[in-house]
């Protein structure tokens, strides 16, 4: 495994769907490659941070969400029109 295969794996990794194969040799390559250890580090530090925003809006109204899915449905509509 080389860098950018390892930083392929980084997403899964983080969500725990890496099959223990592939995280295997995820680990194998991180014990030897500090550059990927530091990267793996910013990549978790911004994942926990962007979930930790996530939480923290779920308490929230979001009438953002429903008011874009219904432009995506009524441009659709519009497009079928034709
Ligand atoms: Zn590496």
Known sequence: MNC?????????????ALP?????VFHWHLAFCRDCRRYLASYATTVRQAQALRSEQAGEAQPVPAE???????????????
Do not use: P, S, T
Not at 8 to 16: A, E, K, S
Not at 20 to 24: G, H, I, K, S, V
């Open 4 to 16: 950018k295969e390892a930083i392929d794996f980084l997403g899964d990794y983080l969500d725990g």
């Open 68 to 82: 874009l899915l219904r432009a995506i449905l009524a441009a659709r509509r519009g497009r079928q029109d034709h």
């Open 20 to 24: 223990w194969r592939a995280w295997l």
